[in-house]
């Protein structure tokens, strides 16, 4: 007998911390809305999965696998089903654990990881006691307005460059096509709330600032809640390495107020299309559940080895202002070769697959290019596939094999050669075709 349960909890840090996602260093001074952990946990009476979503830029994998160990020893349920998914705001925080605090722009409170450890198992208790007997559905649909756009672009002199700014005139054609297609797993209820998973992908950096936020996926669950009566809302997040919010065809929006209310407008787009086909899912099979986690060592990207001292150089000039302006590319390639001395042979990246009946969550251990959402689609198309960013740790930018031709920022601040692509999809893909075999 299939059974789900929700739980929330909020996770909203102390003032003064850190906040992830730029160069600079940002310290919250304020909140705007609360951070969450949202989790489900679904059963078929042998299997039992949890999903928690938490609205942190990332959890890194030295702090996810102990929590996920953590929870296994509250829960019982085994460490390889379960599935936390940073959903990647640049207006909140990174999580490591205490020999990780030392990492720039992580939380250094000791008192607050500690915290956030229990409030993972609390969460996940929660979660299993709210169990009941389900229906699962599904549907989709475009967004009325692509609210989703491609971050990298040709440009005239031939070369690729993220975020060019709006209204360049040099930009020829975005390299890519974002996807703006939301995704609805309905679980109905009989006797407690249904249960909406939506799921949509572009990268949460709308907002800024300096003030606690949960950027647009805040917007959709409060507002699904809202238009929704009786329900539950789960949001997650695919592969958004390459897309972010912006229309470089147009005007860029610069006051903070009009940040704001463009994240607020972007939930509203998504939740409307969530409404919409809230009583038009299609009836999916929910007899079995399945969970297994994969750790897929990539070889790392070890371009400019030869190169690390003058790129030591160039950071301490660029950090005395001898530089003058750099790009984003310019800026991480730098700091990416600098760090070559500490890296390994390999990276380790973290791929999971949670699966109810004919749904499959598939998440990859760091922020994946666009394209990894349709080539796990289109691997297995007896599944209805939902595929998740920063699943079990983040591990940095995941390019797709065409974008290391382009190069460009994502690519040279890359990590891992680009062997990542098809090791991590082919991992995903095994994972789903063991759970197909086991049905």
Known sequence: MFQIGFARVDITPPLGNPLAGYPKTRYADGMLDPLELNAIAATDGETTVLLITDDFIYITEMAATPIRKRIS????????????????????????????????????????????????????????????????????????EPISFIRRYRMKDGSAKTNPGCLNPDVVAPIGEADNTVRLARFHREGKKDIALVNFQTHPDVIGGNKYSADWPGFVRRFTEQDIPDTHCLLINGPQGDTNHVNVFKPAIKEPKEKYANSRRMGRIITDAVVEL?????????????????????????????????????????????????????????????????????????????????????????????????????????????????????????????????????VSNSRFSPEVAEMTQSSAKSMMEEYLAQR
């Open 73 to 144: 020893e509250k829960t019982g349920v085994p460490a390889n089903r379960i599935l936390l998914h940073g959903l990647h705001q640049h207006t909140t925080v990174r999580i490591g654990n205490r020999e990780t605090v030392a990492m720039a722009h992580t939380v250094t409170d000791t008192a607050y990881l500690d915290l956030v450890y229990r409030k993972f198992c609390d969460v996940s208790l929660m979660a299993m006691d709210d169990m009941a007997e389900a229906t699962l559905s599904v549907a989709e649909k475009e967004t009325a």
């Open 278 to 410: 809230w009583d038009k899912t299609r009836p999916m099979k929910s007899e079995k559940v399945f969970g297994e986690l994969d750790m897929v060592y990539v070889p790392t990207n070890i371009q400019g080895l030869d190169r690390i001292e003058e790129m030591k150089q160039k950071k301490k000039d660029y950090e005395a202002g001898l530089l003058g302006k750099l790009s984003m590319g310019d800026r991480s390639e730098i700091s990416r070769i600098c760090e070559l001395k500490d890296e390994t042979l390999f990276r380790k990246v973290p791929v999971t697959v949670l699966a109810i009946g004919d749904l499959a969550l598939v998440g990859f251990g760091g922020e994946a290019f666009t394209r990894y959402a349709k080539v796990v689609r289109e691997a297995v198309p007896s599944l209805y596939v939902m595929a998740l960013c920063c699943a079990n740790g983040g591990q940095g930018y995941m390019p797709d094999q065409t974008a290391y031709a382009e190069g460009g920022y994502g």
